[in-house]
Every structure is written in C-alpha cells, then in structure tokens.
C-alpha cells in the first residue's frame, strides 16, 4: 500500500471514528455499517469502536451546582467591571493643564511664523543682490 493511500485511508478512519461518536453522543449506533466500510480492518475497528462505547459510559456528564455557577457568574461579572473600569481610567483634563498646552502650542506657531519671515526676508534679499551683480 503506498503512503497516499494510507494517509487517506487514516483519515477516512478519523471521521468514522467522529462520526461514530457522534451516534454515540445521541443515543444511536450503527456498528454493522462502519464495520462494512473497512472489510479488512474489521477486527481493529471493532475494538476501536467498542472502546469509543466503554469510554463513552465511563465518562459521566458534569453538571455544577447551582451555587457554583452563581458565583462564576457574579467573579466574571465582576472582573469584566474592573477591566473596564482599569481601562476608562482617563484623569479629567485640567483647565491650567489645557492653558498651558495652548500657550505651547501658540509659541510654537509665533516662532516657526519668525523663521520663516526671516527665511523668506534673506532669500528675497540674497535674489535682489544677485539680480543687481548681474546688470
């Protein structure tokens, strides 16, 4: 059997196996059909699925307590609140704090409005005494 074959052979056998869990899951089995599908490996199918039952009765659902479940419930409520709140955290913004910010930022216009008055005044000056050394 070449490995292709075999790879596609072991996933056949997984969604089998899946698909037998699922009858399981709700109440129903058909062994005889998933034992016909693999003629070959019928004997290691059959142990494969008897095993899936075994597992399946030992394996009680759990339900918690209602207690439990209240409390879990009221812990995630809980930290979600405390998750927001951490996270909405902002301090409220001051009036001296947003003065000062203007009053930055107006500085800054005044002096970057100064170099480029002084720019613009050296260009146009430094153009006219080349125009004239020119004539």
Do not use: C, W
Request: hydrophobic share 45%.
């Amino acid at each position: 059997m070449r490995v292709a074959e075999m790879i596609m052979e072991h996933e056949d056998l997984i969604e089998l196996l899946a698909a037998h869990a699922d009858q399981l899951n709700s109440g129903a089995t058909h062994d005889t059909e998933y034992l016909q599908m693999y003629p070959s490996q019928r004997q290691e199918l059959f142990s494969l699925l008897r095993l899936a039952e075994r597992v399946k009765d030992a394996l009680a659902p759990v339900k918690p307590a209602p207690a439990y479940k209240r409390k879990l419930g009221l812990d995630l409520t809980d930290m979600a609140h405390q998750r927001v709140s951490r996270d909405m955290l902002v301090a409220p913004p001051s009036p001296r704090r947003e003065l000062i910010i203007g009053a930055a930022i107006g500085s800054a216009m005044a002096v970057a409005g100064g170099i480029a008055y002084l720019l613009r005044t050296h260009i146009q000056t430094r153009s006219q005494r080349v125009g004239q050394v020119q004539t």
